[in-house]
């Protein structure tokens, strides 16, 4: 490295004395020096001939003499030198290969497209190429720069960009476009309609990289279109803890303000609300069977509820934004007693850098005033320390005045009085300042106060006994009558004290109480007479004051002092000293022009006054929303939002309910072909069972689902109170369940999507059906040609319809129905009624998510067994479609019923009652893991390319020894799938062997690949993102391919 | 959100500026220069500065102020927190972060602020990512880039970034695999003259440096959770087993890493490590004073005190001091009065003094309060809570990793009060 810098030292010199020529040889050294270092090396240069270099160098074929340009030019960027003259020269590398050297121009680009628009123009076509990259981060960057470039004439371009990059696969690139809405929105605020759209199929979209992205674009575009949060509003309460921090933060603010419009104050009746604390929540089902009649106490919204229980956890971030915005957001939301659990959290933010500190402090102040009781048992954290700085050093002693009260006065004066004498003068000041707002709010020490003060007068430094007069003389206002001795120990200082403010309130507390020392005022008159022209002007005119109050108590000794001290102001420099003089004059000097006012002149200026008021400043900040810059400035900032009041009637709770169907253009279609699916569906219903040809079911399969969603359309009341009871089970059941986050969004993920786009062709008989359920899988397929090319160019700007994201993944019928009955009751235990269960790995009739269950029930009694039924479902609360009551079993018969089962994607039993009339059995289904699947057909080359996508966590293998008899394609594919239901993918290769499928839940594409190696030795791969089934697939499929 | 950056350095020079949105001119600046003017001390410019139409929200680290601007409402933590996290990325690349390397790494430093920030808002701030999206640089990395012309941009978009655990990437490969934690507490105390505690609290971390192959799962168990009175997790970290088993369970980032921080509440008697006897006299009028200070250990657990650092600011009435350290050695600086005295290992059979006498200024009236002492010391494999480590498992993968666990204390800010506590207010209680 030292020959390195050897080597540029001298080629900089060189270059130097040699810089008209211009050279490739001197080039390629230059870029080798500007490589090394940069910006010393471009120091060197006069600003015309580098530029010149430059423009050489961008122009050159080399892409390293390139980038070392583009590199020197950032360097000029960032100090804030004009580079804009090689504007031409660096956008022709705009489409260059080498992606650092574009990064770079991008970067160029976004800081000097505004001053050279015409020439910016010439990029887009690149960006519009690139927004087609088949790399999502190539289609993500062209989609930034583009968006950033701030050219209103592209607008139209930008807009068409951003609508197609929210409907991209890559959640990535829809983070980006949400990012790009914000951009265009402030180029071009006439878009806001459009962008509202955009911003309202984002709000939708369940990947959390764009939850925080979307909101933020929310909050700038259209912050007042509330309603576009209802329906998202339970998806990002639950979403919130995946979220990437920031994003917390964005989504946190916005509930906040949210909320504050929906739902009822919790603060009303305080003594009711432990009836509703965590625990009675989650039994909240029955407590509102309970307590169903007392409708008067406050119930706080699930959704209320939902919202405090799922930002709790993140009291303990990392991130001091996020726990800040966690605290304000229970300040402002949660109920009183509730409160509390910020307070530890907060108070270990103090430990973190200066600045945090300072903002935390702030908020801490604001609300020790309101709720001292949060912030008294660490009142110890608030101690200042010498090393802190004075902002931070005044917070911390608004804050120790805050919490002062008659238990731990004591305590807080003596920290009190070391702090006075703190090298520190200001903070010495501040000190004191504290101590008189304790001695007024706490009576019990308002003498000790005063008298500590007092001592304080002697004390060497001026700033001090300063500040002391001053809040004495405040503190005196309050109890004048007891502290004459005081005024007169004041009076007796003050030929020492020479800071104007304190002056001059020892000169209005000798006018105010002049009574109460008569020897003593008139004689500070006099020595003011003296000194008057040389002091500041508040003490002019508290002189000027103390004379005319004097004259009118005591005129004898003091009328010629007055009328001296009243010539002096007449004639005085300053105005106002000439104003009050003039009015003084005229006020207590009786002559012929004093009219009436005159008689009035004592009960004027010697009026008994009010005691000043002692408060923070930090009173009745909580106006603006906790944790906002306009908190910490205390103004209002521009784009700052209004936190509403509580609204008196809870607005109408079911807006937030998801239903089922999504207020598509889609839906009116279905609509059209309601009637025809609603019967084709009580038919299949009336039949009872799965039929085995894979047309059939799924078609049925999407006109059951069809049902469901033409209900909700007709009856909307009864959807919506269902839904509620739904959400509410399943908000209690995520409770319970596990920490598996993605049991949590069940219902969320469970929602509509397949919905979109079955509906267009079932109405079509002739189109095969099978493709629909398969829709759904789109978000892992890519598109694979790019047919629209409407951005190609700059003139097309209507947006072709996506119309070829064909189906790759489609569901096919099972490879093979495995004949395995397990038990689900044993005849001797269920007294006679025998029942097995099986999977015949058909699409479930009911719901596309269920797995679908087979039971035949046999009667081995010699009695009709009557109603079979199933009961209660138990505490798992796994989905469940349950069969139709059997009304009676005769003897010796048997009858096979269908169940569907969402097993949410998991291996957990399914627990439930099976009931007679008589007689109740807790039973359970226990699925392999395999049977969770749906198969599916693909191409080898789709498989391969999802397979791609799913790598390194998403990927488990292992390598067997294959028993003798499973070396050939057919034993292979059967005994995997016997193991699973998972469909044969043609393969080109013959040791290969591919399987694909999706979970029948959340249709998470399942690949399986066996790969045979020599001597039976076999790699199993199983490529999946549910990282829980991979592992047990795998373990199952070992077990039945390995040898025995 | 953030509008523009700029980096302004301790001579008040503005050295680099990025943009976001369009361009703020420089002189937004100035509003920052007056205030900085206005401050005594470095310190003490105020966070948050209004100005007529934007706000500066600023950070000092490293004697660099981090000047962000801001054109509408934002929670001003939002931007101090990135701020911060933009210098740890700094730190992280170039070693430091000081002027010079920002001069001399411009370009790494521009791309990075791209990467962070769009429009203003925080793209990717994970350390990992943005390793996978602009290398680090390195010497050797530089010459093989200008030979083969390959670059230090990444052409894929980082793994870590779409998957669930966004702070670790994928094919990570190491032939040694070990995980070290080290738990490393402070104390912050405040002691009176009489050697009681006024104020005492432990704060403690857990870093962690994690080189282990592929995708780890490890759970992190203590003997005495019930210790821990709040705590803050890395992102990695499963909120809900820690609550309901208090296990700490996590796939770890990839290197160095903070994996928690907690606090050990003050309501738990927390043991003072040392101790420190001063006398300090001026007498008034005389101008000669007696300066006499010993320390030694105290409920150490039989660790022995390390690095032992005391300092204290003198008063200004102080001229020179004329002192005899038993161990160590000793510096006083005239001009800003700083006592330092750096008294290494504390052998607890010869405790370690410092007495002599200070002049002082002819005819300066006597101090009034007697200095603050501040001390600093560390000691090794004890954390002085008691905290322990209970065990460490990993799944997932199948190697055997090398396991270590380090305690250590520190001082944080520990300071003893040199109080005349004779002229206390009479307080009724």
Same mark, same amino acid.
């Not at chain 1, 790399?135 to 993500?140: E, F, T």
């Given at each position: 490295?030292?020959?390195?810098?050897?080597?540029?030292?001298?080629?900089?010199?060189?270059?130097?004395?040699?810089?008209?020529?211009?050279?490739?040889?001197?080039?390629?050294?230059?870029?080798?020096?500007?490589?090394?270092?940069?910006?010393?090396?471009?120091? @060197?240069?006069?600003?015309?001939?580098?530029?010149?270099?430059?423009?050489?160098?961008?122009?050159?074929?080399?892409?390293?003499?390139?980038?070392?340009?583009?590199?020197?030019?950032?360097?000029?960027?960032?100090?804030?030198?004009?580079?804009?003259?090689?504007?031409?020269?660096?956008?022709?590398?705009?489409?260059?290969?080498?992606?650092?050297?574009?990064?770079?121009?991008?970067?160029?680009?976004?800081?000097?497209?505004?001053?050279?628009?015409?020439?910016?123009?010439?990029?887009?076509?690149?960006?519009?190429?690139?927004?087609?990259?088949?790399?999502?981060?190539?289609?993500?960057?062209?989609?930034?720069?583009?968006?950033?470039?701030?050219?209103?004439?592209?607008?139209?371009? %930008?807009?068409?960009?951003?609508?197609?990059?929210?409907?991209?696969?890559?959640?990535?690139?829809?983070?980006?476009?949400?990012?790009?809405?914000?951009?265009?929105?402030?180029?071009?605020?006439?878009?806001?309609?459009?962008?509202?759209?955009?911003?309202?199929?984002?709000?939708?979209?369940?990947?959390?990289?764009?939850?925080?992205?979307?909101?933020?674009?929310?909050?700038?575009?259209?912050?007042?279109?509330?309603? @576009?949060?209802?329906?998202?509003?339970?998806?990002? &309460?639950?979403?919130?803890?995946?979220?990437?921090?920031?994003?917390?933060?964005?989504?946190?603010?916005?509930?906040?303000?949210?909320?504050?419009?929906?739902? =009822?104050?919790?603060?009303?009746?305080?003594?009711?609300?432990?009836?509703?604390?965590?625990?009675?929540?989650?039994?909240?089902?029955?407590?509102?069977?309970?307590?169903?009649?007392?409708?008067?106490?406050?119930?706080?919204?699930?959704?209320?509820?939902?919202?405090?229980?799922?930002?709790?956890?993140?009291?303990?971030?990392?991130?001091?934004?996020?726990?800040?915005?966690?605290?304000?957001?229970?300040?402002?939301?949660?109920?009183?007693?509730?409160?509390?659990?910020?307070?530890?959290?907060?108070?270990?933010?103090?430990?973190? $850098?200066?600045?945090?500190?300072?903002?935390?402090?702030?908020?801490?102040?604001?609300?020790?005033?309101?709720?001292?009781?949060?912030?008294?048992?660490?009142?110890?954290?608030?101690?200042?320390?010498? =090393?802190?700085?004075?902002?931070?050093?005044?917070?911390?002693?608004?804050?120790?005045?805050?919490?002062?009260?008659?238990?731990?006065?004591?305590?807080?004066?003596?920290?009190?009085?070391?702090?006075?004498?703190?090298?520190?003068?200001?903070?010495?000041?501040?000190?004191?300042?504290?101590?008189?707002?304790?001695?007024?709010?706490?009576?019990?020490?308002?003498?000790?106060?005063?008298?500590?003060?007092?001592?304080?007068?002697?004390?060497?430094?001026?700033?001090?006994?300063?500040?002391?007069?001053?809040?004495?003389?405040?503190?005196?206002?309050?109890?004048?009558?007891?502290?004459?001795?005081?005024?007169? $120990?004041?009076?007796?200082?003050?030929?020492?004290?020479?800071?104007?403010?304190?002056?001059?309130?020892?000169?209005?507390? %000798?006018?105010?109480?002049?009574?109460?020392?008569?020897?003593?005022?008139?004689?500070?008159?006099?020595?003011?007479?003296?000194?008057?022209?040389?002091?500041?002007?508040?003490?002019?005119?508290?002189?000027?004051?103390?004379?005319?109050?004097?004259?009118?108590?005591?005129?004898?000794?003091?009328?010629?002092? =007055?009328?001296?001290?009243?010539?002096?102001?007449?004639?005085?420099?300053?105005?106002?000293?000439?104003?009050?003089?003039?009015?003084?004059?005229?006020?207590?000097?009786?002559?012929?022009?004093?009219?009436?006012?005159?008689?009035?002149?004592?009960?004027?200026?010697?009026?008994?006054?009010?005691?000043?008021?002692?408060?923070?400043?930090?009173?009745?900040?909580?106006?603006?929303?906790?944790?906002?810059?306009? $908190?910490?400035?205390?103004?209002?900032?521009?784009?700052?939002?209004?936190?509403?009041?509580?609204?008196?009637?809870?607005?109408?709770?079911?807006?937030?309910?998801?239903?089922?169907?999504?207020?598509?253009?889609?839906?009116?279609?279905?609509?059209?072909?309601?009637?025809?699916?609603?019967?084709?569906?009580?038919?299949?219903?009336?039949?009872?069972?799965?039929?085995?040809?894979?047309?059939?079911?799924?078609?049925?399969?999407?006109?059951?689902?069809?049902?469901?969603?033409?209900?909700?359309?007709?009856?909307?009341?009864?959807?919506?109170?269902?839904?509620?009871?739904?959400?509410?089970?399943?908000?209690?059941?995520?409770?319970?369940?596990?920490?598996?986050?993605?049991?949590?969004?069940?219902?969320?993920?469970?929602?509509?999507?397949?919905?979109?786009?079955?509906?267009?062709?079932?109405?079509?008989?002739?189109?095969?059906?099978? &493709?629909?359920?398969?829709?759904?899988?789109?978000?892992?397929?890519?598109?694979?040609?790019?047919?629209?090319?409407?951005?190609?160019?700059?003139?097309?700007?209507?947006?072709?319809?996506?119309? &070829?994201?064909?189906?790759?993944?489609?569901?096919?019928?099972?490879?093979?129905?495995?004949?395995?009955?397990?038990?689900?009751?044993?005849?001797? =235990?269920?007294?006679?009624?025998?029942?097995?269960?099986?999977?015949?790995?058909?699409?479930?009739?009911?719901?596309?998510?269920?797995?679908?269950?087979?039971?035949?029930?046999?009667?081995?009694?010699?009695?009709?067994?009557?109603?079979?039924?199933?009961?209660?479902?138990?505490?798992?609360?796994?989905?469940?479609?349950?069969?139709?009551?059997?009304?009676?079993?005769?003897?010796?018969?048997?009858?096979?019923?269908?169940?569907?089962?969402?097993?949410?994607?998991?291996?957990?039993?399914?627990?439930?009652?099976? &009931?007679?009339?008589?007689?109740?059995?807790?039973?359970?289904?226990?699925?392999?893991?395999?049977?969770?699947?749906?198969?599916?057909?693909?191409?080898?080359?789709?498989?391969?390319?999802?397979?791609?996508?799913?790598?390194?966590?998403?990927?488990?293998?292992?390598?067997?020894?294959?028993?003798?008899?499973?070396?050939?394609?057919?034993?292979?594919?059967?005994?995997?799938?016997?193991?699973?239901?998972?469909?044969?993918?043609?393969?080109?290769?013959?040791?290969?062997?591919?399987?694909?499928?999706?979970?029948?839940?959340?249709?998470?594409?399942?690949?399986?690949?066996?790969?045979?190696?020599?001597?039976?030795?076999?790699?199993?791969?199983?490529?999946?993102?549910?990282?829980?089934?991979?592992?047990?697939?795998?373990?199952?499929?070992?077990?039945?391919?390995?040898?025995? | 959100?953030?509008?523009?950056?700029?980096?302004?350095?301790?001579?008040?020079?503005?050295?680099?500026?990025?943009?976001?949105?369009?361009?703020?001119?420089?002189?937004?600046?100035?509003?920052?220069?007056?205030?900085?003017?206005?401050?005594?001390?470095?310190?003490?410019?105020?966070?948050?500065?209004?100005?007529?139409?934007?706000?500066?929200?600023?950070?000092?680290?490293?004697?660099?102020?981090?000047?962000?601007?801001?054109?509408?409402?934002?929670?001003?933590?939002?931007?101090?927190?990135?701020?911060?996290?933009?210098?740890?990325?700094?730190?992280?690349?170039?070693?430091?972060?000081?002027?010079?390397?920002?001069?001399?790494?411009?370009?790494?430093?521009?791309? /990075?602020?791209?990467?962070?920030?769009?429009?203003?808002?925080?793209?990717?701030?994970?350390?990992?990512?943005?390793?996978?999206?602009?290398?680090?640089?390195?010497?050797?990395?530089?010459?093989?880039?200008?030979?083969?012309?390959?670059?230090?941009?990444?052409?894929?978009?980082?793994?870590?970034?779409?998957?669930?655990?966004?702070?670790?990437?994928?094919?990570?490969?190491?032939?040694?695999?070990?995980?070290?934690?080290?738990?490393?507490?402070?104390?912050?105390?405040?002691?009176?003259?009489?050697?009681?505690?006024?104020?005492?609290?432990?704060?403690?971390?857990?870093?962690?440096?994690?080189?282990?192959?592929?995708?780890?799962?490890?759970?992190?168990?203590?003997?005495?959770?019930?210790?821990?009175?709040?705590?803050?997790?890395?992102?990695?970290?499963?909120?809900?087993?820690?609550?309901?088993?208090?296990?700490?369970?996590?796939?770890?980032?990839?290197?160095?890493?903070?994996?928690?921080?907690?606090?050990?509440?003050?309501?738990? /008697?927390?043991?003072?490590?040392?101790?420190?006897?001063?006398?300090?006299?001026?007498?008034?009028?005389?101008?000669?004073?007696?300066?006499? /200070?010993?320390?030694?250990?105290?409920?150490?657990?039989?660790?022995?005190?390390?690095?032992?650092?005391?300092?204290?600011?003198?008063?200004?009435?102080?001229?020179?001091?004329?002192?005899?350290?038993?161990?160590?050695?000793?510096?006083?600086?005239?001009?800003?009065?700083?006592?330092?005295?750096?008294?290494?290992?504390?052998?607890?059979?010869?405790?370690?003094?410092?007495?002599?006498?200070?002049?002082?200024?002819?005819?300066?009236?006597?101090?009034?309060?007697?200095?603050?002492?501040?001390?600093?010391?560390?000691?090794?494999?004890?954390?002085?809570?008691?905290?322990?480590?209970?065990?460490?498992?990993?799944?997932?993968?199948?190697?055997?990793?090398?396991?270590?666990?380090?305690?250590?204390?520190?001082?944080?800010?520990?300071?003893?009060?040199?109080?005349?506590?004779?002229?206390?207010?009479?307080?009724?209680?």
């Amino acid at each position: 490295s030292v020959f390195l810098l050897i080597l540029s030292n001298v080629s900089s010199n060189y270059l130097l004395f040699s810089h008209d020529l211009v050279g490739s040889n001197c080039a390629a050294v230059l870029g080798l020096c500007g490589l090394l270092n940069s910006s010393t090396c471009s120091d @060197l240069f006069l600003l015309s001939t580098r530029n010149d270099d430059l423009k050489e160098m961008l122009e050159s074929n080399k892409d390293s003499l390139k980038l070392d340009a583009m590199k020197r030019i950032i360097a000029l960027i960032a100090k804030g030198k004009n580079a804009s003259e090689l504007f031409p020269a660096v956008v022709k590398n705009v489409a260059s290969k080498n992606i650092e050297l574009k990064k770079l121009v991008y970067v160029y680009l976004v800081r000097y497209a505004e001053e050279q628009q015409d020439l910016a123009l010439l990029s887009i076509s690149t960006f519009q190429r690139a927004l087609k990259d088949p790399n999502q981060l190539i289609r993500a960057s062209a989609l930034r720069v583009l968006s950033s470039i701030r050219v209103p004439i592209i607008v139209p371009i %930008m807009m068409l960009a951003i609508k197609e990059a929210a409907s991209d696969m890559s959640p990535y690139v829809r983070k980006t476009s949400a990012h790009a809405i914000q951009k265009l929105y402030s180029l071009d605020p006439d878009q806001k309609e459009h962008l509202i759209e955009v911003i309202d199929k984002l709000l939708k979209d369940k990947s959390t990289l764009v939850a925080g992205s979307v909101v933020m674009a929310f909050e700038e575009v259209c912050p007042d279109r509330i309603d @576009l949060i209802h329906k998202n509003y339970r998806k990002l &309460c639950n979403l919130l803890v995946d979220v990437e921090e920031w994003g917390q933060v964005v989504i946190i603010t916005m509930l906040t303000r949210y909320a504050r419009t929906q739902f =009822t104050s919790p603060w009303k009746e305080d003594g009711l609300f432990d009836e509703n604390s965590e625990t009675a929540f989650y039994e909240s089902d029955e407590k509102k069977t309970k307590n169903g009649d007392e409708k008067k106490s406050y119930m706080m919204d699930p959704d209320h509820r939902l919202l405090l229980r799922n930002t709790k956890p993140l009291l303990q971030s990392r991130n001091t934004a996020v726990v800040v915005s966690v605290a304000q957001l229970y300040w402002h939301l949660a109920p009183k007693h509730e409160v509390g659990v910020i307070t530890k959290s907060l108070v270990r933010l103090l430990r973190s $850098h200066r600045e945090v500190q300072y903002v935390v402090l702030q908020n801490i102040a604001t609300m020790s005033i309101q709720r001292k009781g949060m912030f008294e048992p660490y009142m110890k954290s608030f101690y200042v320390r010498s =090393t802190d700085a004075t902002h931070i050093k005044s917070l911390k002693l608004e804050i120790l005045t805050s919490l002062a009260n008659e238990a731990n006065i004591s305590t807080i004066l003596r920290e009190f009085q070391t702090y006075v004498k703190s090298q520190d003068k200001q903070f010495a000041a501040g000190t004191i300042q504290a101590i008189g707002r304790c001695a007024t709010n706490i009576s019990e020490v308002t003498d000790t106060c005063l008298q500590g003060l007092v001592l304080l007068l002697s004390n060497r430094d001026e700033t001090v006994v300063a500040e002391s007069v001053v809040v004495i003389k405040k503190l005196l206002q309050t109890q004048p009558t007891q502290h004459s001795d005081i005024i007169k $120990h004041m009076a007796k200082l003050f030929d020492n004290i020479a800071v104007p403010m304190a002056r001059a309130s020892i000169l209005w507390l %000798m006018g105010e109480y002049c009574e109460r020392v008569p020897q003593i005022a008139p004689d500070v008159l006099r020595k003011m007479a003296k000194s008057f022209t040389s002091e500041e002007d508040i003490v002019k005119l508290q002189t000027v004051n103390l004379a005319a109050k004097l004259y009118l108590t005591n005129s004898k000794q003091t009328k010629l002092l =007055t009328q001296y001290i009243l010539n002096l102001g007449k004639y005085d420099q300053n105005y106002d000293i000439r104003d009050r003089t003039r009015f003084i004059r005229q006020l207590i000097v009786p002559n012929e022009k004093s009219g009436a006012l005159g008689k009035y002149a004592r009960r004027i200026l010697l009026a008994p006054k009010p005691a000043p008021v002692l408060e923070s400043t930090y009173k009745d900040r909580d106006r603006y929303q906790l944790g906002t810059l306009s $908190h910490t400035i205390n103004t209002k900032a521009s784009g700052y939002l209004e936190l509403s009041d509580w609204p008196a009637v809870a607005p109408d709770q079911s807006v937030r309910n998801v239903e089922v169907i999504e207020p598509t253009g889609k839906s009116k279609l279905s609509k059209s072909s309601d009637d025809k699916f609603y019967s084709d569906s009580g038919e299949e219903k009336e039949k009872g069972s799965g039929s085995s040809s894979s047309d059939d079911s799924s078609s049925s399969s999407s006109s059951s689902s069809e049902e469901s969603s033409s209900e909700a359309e007709s009856d909307e009341e009864k959807s919506s109170s269902q839904s509620s009871e739904e959400s509410d089970k399943s908000s209690s059941l995520s409770e319970k369940s596990s920490s598996e986050s993605d049991s949590e969004q069940k219902k969320t993920t469970k929602k509509p999507p397949q919905k979109k786009t079955v509906k267009p062709t079932t109405k079509d008989s002739a189109c095969p059906l099978v &493709c629909g359920p398969g829709e759904r899988l789109h978000g892992f397929v890519s598109k694979q040609v790019p047919v629209s090319l409407s951005l190609y160019s700059l003139c097309i700007l209507t947006p072709c319809p996506l119309s &070829c994201a064909a189906a790759l993944l489609q569901v096919s019928g099972p490879a093979f129905v495995p004949e395995k009955r397990h038990d689900l009751l044993h005849r001797m =235990t269920g007294k006679g009624l025998s029942a097995q269960y099986q999977f015949p790995r058909q699409p479930c009739l009911y719901q596309p998510t269920m797995v679908s269950v087979q039971i035949s029930l046999t009667n081995t009694t010699d009695h009709p067994l009557e109603q079979i039924h199933i009961g209660d479902r138990g505490p798992t609360g796994l989905d469940m479609h349950c069969f139709n009551t059997v009304e009676c079993l005769l003897p010796e018969a048997s009858v096979t019923v269908s169940l569907g089962v969402d097993f949410n994607d998991s291996t957990q039993a399914a627990n439930f009652q099976l &009931c007679t009339k008589e007689d109740q059995f807790s039973v359970s289904i226990q699925p392999a893991v395999g049977e969770l699947f749906l198969p599916a057909t693909m191409t080898e080359q789709d498989f391969r390319k999802e397979q791609g996508k799913l790598l390194g966590m998403n990927e488990s293998s292992a390598t067997i020894t294959m028993a003798a008899e499973n070396t050939t394609r057919q034993p292979i594919s059967r005994q995997v799938a016997t193991v699973a239901n998972l469909g044969v993918v043609p393969s080109g290769q013959d040791n290969i062997h591919r399987f694909a499928g999706k979970t029948a839940s959340s249709g998470a594409v399942v690949l399986v690949t066996v790969e045979l190696r020599e001597s039976s030795a076999a790699l199993i791969t199983i490529n999946t993102e549910k990282s829980v089934m991979g592992p047990m697939l795998l373990r199952d499929l070992k077990r039945a391919l390995a040898r025995a | 959100m953030i509008h523009s950056l700029f980096l302004v350095n301790s001579s008040g020079d503005i050295f680099l500026e990025k943009h976001w949105k369009s361009v703020v001119s420089r002189s937004v600046c100035d509003y920052f220069f007056e205030a900085q003017e206005r401050a005594s001390e470095p310190e003490n410019v105020p966070p948050v500065i209004p100005t007529p139409h934007h706000y500066l929200i600023s950070v000092l680290r490293h004697r660099i102020y981090f000047v962000a601007v801001i054109q509408s409402e934002v929670p001003p933590l939002f931007v101090i927190e990135f701020l911060h996290r933009v210098v740890d990325t700094f730190q992280d690349y170039f070693g430091v972060c000081t002027e010079a390397a920002i001069k001399d790494n411009v370009v790494v430093v521009y791309e /990075l602020l791209e990467e962070m920030l769009d429009n203003g808002f925080p793209l990717a701030t994970e350390s990992n990512i943005l390793k996978e999206l602009i290398k680090p640089p390195t010497i050797l990395r530089t010459v093989v880039n200008t030979i083969t012309g390959s670059t230090n941009v990444g052409e894929q978009l980082p793994t870590g970034q779409l998957s669930v655990v966004p702070w670790r990437r994928t094919g990570v490969k190491y032939t040694n695999n070990e995980a070290y934690f080290d738990v490393v507490e402070e104390i912050d105390a405040i002691i009176d003259k009489s050697g009681s505690t006024i104020t005492a609290e432990i704060q403690g971390v857990i870093d962690a440096c994690v080189k282990l192959t592929g995708m780890p799962d490890l759970t992190l168990s203590f003997m005495n959770p019930r210790l821990l009175d709040d705590v803050s997790f890395h992102p990695c970290v499963r909120f809900k087993r820690w609550e309901a088993e208090r296990i700490l369970s996590f796939i770890p980032p990839d290197g160095n890493f903070r994996l928690l921080s907690y606090h050990v509440s003050c309501q738990n /008697l927390v043991a003072i490590p040392v101790y420190v006897k001063h006398n300090i006299t001026f007498r008034e009028g005389s101008s000669q004073g007696r300066f006499e /200070l010993t320390l030694g250990p105290k409920q150490t657990m039989g660790k022995g005190l390390e690095a032992v650092l005391i300092s204290s600011q003198l008063p200004r009435g102080v001229l020179n001091t004329n002192l005899n350290p038993s161990q160590g050695t000793y510096n006083f600086d005239p001009v800003t009065k700083l006592l330092s005295w750096d008294v290494g290992k504390i052998n607890p059979q010869k405790l370690p003094s410092l007495k002599g006498s200070m002049s002082l200024q002819a005819g300066a009236s006597k101090p009034d309060e007697n200095p603050t002492i501040n001390i600093q010391f560390k000691i090794q494999q004890s954390a002085l809570s008691g905290l322990k480590v209970n065990r460490l498992d990993m799944y997932g993968e199948k190697y055997k990793p090398f396991k270590g666990i380090k305690y250590m204390t520190k001082a944080g800010k520990f300071q003893t009060k040199g109080l005349l506590r004779g002229r206390a207010w009479d307080l009724k209680n």
